[in-house]
């Protein structure tokens, strides 16, 4: 077993996967309980869960480890996303942890994603959404895709829902 101070010891920082991860983050001013049910409650999350001027249709909800949510996003041309989260760990009110992709089995571009719900002394929220994409060059073509300012109008709807 190799001590700390070892130079064969694996240093964390030569094994995140930043190249990898693209990390959203929004202040919530609402409780991490509230929040957090906004997310696993089917009712709720479908009301507010789709990017900026985008409608999310579902065709199947089951927010639980295991379960899955199988939905389409609309953009306002009438354009159809197919998308289906798998839940694997729901863990209330702190995190839930998703892998996310296109609805079809096997989708070699789906990503990890890790929501955390970190309640502030001031009744508030932060909201940390961590996607981690298989490779360097699938989360660059979500970047270019625009998942990053889809990520913040998405939270920017989940705030103007709890208000």
């Known amino acids: 077993m190799t001590q700390k101070n070892d130079p064969r010891a694996i240093d964390p920082r030569s094994t995140w996967a930043l190249d990898r991860e693209i990390v959203i983050t929004r202040v919530v001013d609402a409780p991490?309980?509230?929040?957090?049910q906004a997310?696993?409650?089917?009712?709720?999350i479908t009301q507010w869960f789709s990017p900026e001027g985008y409608e999310s249709e579902t065709h199947e909800i089951d927010i639980r480890p295991g379960?899955?949510?199988?939905?389409?996003?609309?953009?306002?041309?009438?354009?159809?996303?197919?998308?289906?989260?798998?839940?694997?760990?729901?863990?209330?009110?702190?995190?839930?942890e998703i892998e996310h992709g296109s609805d079809i089995d096997d989708d070699p571009a789906r990503f990890g994603v890790t929501v955390t719900f970190d309640a502030q002394s001031n009744g508030k929220t932060v909201v940390t959404l961590r996607q981690l994409h298989p490779t360097a060059e699938l989360r660059d073509e979500k970047i270019g895709f625009g998942a990053v300012e889809i990520g913040y109008t998405t939270?920017?709807?989940?705030?103007q829902y709890l208000e």
């Not at 949510?69 to 995190?95: H, I, K, Q």
């Open 67 to 96: 379960g899955r949510w199988r939905f389409a996003y609309v953009a306002p041309d009438g354009t159809r996303y197919e998308n289906r989260m798998v839940f694997l760990r729901v863990d209330a009110p702190r995190l839930i």
């Open 39 to 44: 997310w696993t409650d089917p009712n709720q």
């Open 155 to 159: 939270l920017d709807k989940l705030a």
């Open 32 to 36: 991490r309980e509230r929040v957090f």
